[in-house]
């Protein structure tokens, strides 16, 4: 840890890995949007782990959810982002997915959130646009998230790059996020890499990390 102008500033992994510091965003694992990935289970396999470990070492966990507004209140954007994604000419051939309270919106069930966890409700790709999840953040005086989820290269990026605009300090499980596309995805991770504003990692170490802070409390 660095220490300069009365301010501790986390220089590694395990600076950012205590409960008092960090919190864990569970990204968009919804069961309409696992499925879609040929390697969705894996995917979910890692974040149980992960889970399993941040809950044992007493680190809050945040699930982001995402819906899509029935197709008269979906807007401009969406609309235009709908039709490339359901490769449709018309806004008026757009069918309606993850509609809020919908079986596709849900959690994926190996995954499901727990009482003391929070969840949140968004339409955007950043987790904190539109979202209480920057002021949940600073109200507990945390100074980074970690990060896995579904996908990398729409929302985590997104997300990843607007925490850090707003001061936190992004932790991306590169493992431990899904994606649709190999090569985007791998972009995406470099241009992260190059910022230089988030800390990547996977699955393994950083388990390891809380493992042993558990086990030494």
Known sequence: MDRAFGLNIPESLEDLCD?????????????GIVSQLPEGKL????????IQSARAAGIRIVYSRHYYMPTPWAGVGQLRTAKTWQRVRQASEVKPRLLQGSP???????LAPQPDDAIIDKISMSAFEG????????????VSFLVAGIALEIGIEPT????????????VVQDACGFGNAEA????LAAMQFTGDAILTDVAPLCAILDARVGAS
């Open 185 to 188: 995805a791998q972009r995406s």
């Open 160 to 171: 990843v790059r607007h925490g850090a605009d707003l001061g936190f300090i992004p932790v």
């Open 131 to 142: 979202t209480p999840l920057a002021v949940l953040l600073r109200d507990l005086g945390l």
């Open 104 to 110: 596709e919106c849900r959690i994926v069930e190996a």
């Open 43 to 50: 995917v979910v396999e890692r974040i149980a782990k992960l």
């Open 19 to 31: 409960r008092s510091g960090t919190a864990l965003l569970i990204y968009d694992m919804q069961v």
